[in-house]
Antibody
Framework: QLVESGGGLVQPGGSLRLSCAAS????????MSWVRQAPGKGLEWVSY????????YYADSVRGRFTISRDNAKTSLYLQMSSLRAEDMAVYYC????????WGNGTTVTVSS | DIQLTQSPSFLSASVGDRVTITCRAS??????LAWYQQKPGKAPNLLIY???LLRSGVPSRFSGSGSGTEFTLTISSLHPEDFATYYC??????????FGQGTRLEIK
């Protein structure tokens, strides 16, 4: 199970930190990603981290503004988001694996003044 | 970056129909393709991985095929609960991991 938290309303230029609590599987064995979905739009991959946090990737749209991290001891995944823009407004999903076989329910990020 | 183009973007069909959704990749991705189903207000659900492997628990009316640049998702006989939006996803070459734009399947 994956449970996201940390979403909310933030002003343009602001910051948020999303968290994802994992349970029911050996978290440290799995690559993880964040995927987002803007209102009425399709799925957009945001960021990836391997099981040991030695490799991270970002979509061009967020590189330099977002930072993915994980704490295997706490079985948690994080996404630090800064310099938020209106186009970052979306539901953010925490997902397991490259073939994304486990999804959280999502946390909503609203960017508005 | 590898682009995925799904067709059609919208599909209207009836219960019992056989439907096929196509996903074309801008360059070869071998068999590194997955299909997801998403219902309104819910997270996506993995149906097919490695182009043709049915995830455990997914009904056998769903099937996937293809390799290289052209892939299909087929539902052999539509059930009422199959009306949803379907996405393909590639992971042959990343970053970035990419998704198709989605195919919305609606009841005729």
């Amino acid at each position: 199970q994956l449970v996201e938290s940390g979403g909310g309303l933030v002003q343009p230029g602001g910051s948020l930190r999303l968290s994802c609590a994992a349970s029911g599987f050996t978290f440290s064995d799995y690559e993880m990603s964040w995927v987002r979905q803007a209102p009425g739009k399709g799925l957009e991959w945001v960021s990836y981290i391997n099981s040991r946090a030695t490799t991270v990737y970002y979509a061009d749209s967020v590189r330099g503004r977002f930072t993915i991290s994980r704490d295997n001891a706490k079985t948690s995944l994080y996404l630090q988001m800064s310099s938020l823009r209106a186009e970052d407004m979306a539901v953010y999903y925490c997902v397991r694996g490259n073939y994304m076989d486990v999804w959280g329910n999502g946390t909503t990020v609203t960017v508005s003044s | 970056d590898i682009q995925l183009t799904q067709s059609p973007s919208f599909l209207s069909a009836s219960v019992g129909d056989r439907v096929t959704i196509t996903c074309r990749a801008s360059q070869g991705i071998r068999s590194y393709l997955a299909w997801y189903q998403q219902k309104p207000g819910k997270a996506p659900n993995l149906l097919i991985y490695a182009a043709s492997l049915l995830r455990s628990g997914v009904p056998s009316r769903f099937s996937g095929s293809g390799s290289g640049t052209e892939f299909t998702l087929t539902i052999s006989s539509l059930h009422p609960e199959d009306f949803a939006t379907y996405y393909c996803q590639q992971l042959n070459s990343y970053p970035p991991i990419t998704f198709g734009q989605g195919t919305r399947l609606e009841i005729k």
